[in-house]
């Protein structure tokens, strides 16, 4: 979410290259918080909450999970979770709001396998 889209799809591309067969858990932005008013309150919170300058923005994201599935062959996402998803009482009332796929993929986790794996060493040139 840091990096330009570009940028995130290549990494993980190279890491399929790299790593076949290698499983990746990362954290997931929803592109649609990005702009209009969403944006604003991204932005806003980020400076606000963490004291964040101007130039420190979350610069892409994604709809879905399964669009991680399209930047290159091989790539397949196994799970996806949500902190809407736990069961934790500090929550309270707010787990409602993961009733809704908006609230819920704000941010959320993705379990990817990148590539099938082969046997034998692959080299790191």
């Not at 964040?52 to 091989?74: I, M, T």
């Not at 069961?87 to 809704?100: I, S, T, V, Y």
Request: aromatic share 12%.
């Amino acid at each position: 979410m840091y990096l330009p889209g570009d940028a995130v799809q290549k990494l993980v591309c190279t890491l399929r290259d790299r790593f076949p067969g290698a499983r990746l858990v990362c954290e997931l932005f929803n592109s649609a918080w990005l702009a209009g008013w969403r944006g604003r309150v991204t932005r806003s919170k980020l400076q606000r909450s963490f004291s964040f300058d101007d130039d420190a923005r979350f610069r892409s994201g994604v709809r879905s999970s399964q669009e991680l599935e399209s930047w290159c062959p091989g790539i397949t996402v196994l799970d996806d979770w949500s902190y809407f998803d736990e069961d934790e009482p500090k929550l309270g009332a707010l787990r409602q709001l993961g009733r809704w796929n908006l609230f819920r993929t704000i941010q959320w986790t993705v379990h990817v396998q990148l590539g099938a794996q082969q046997t034998g060493k692959v080299p790191l040139d």
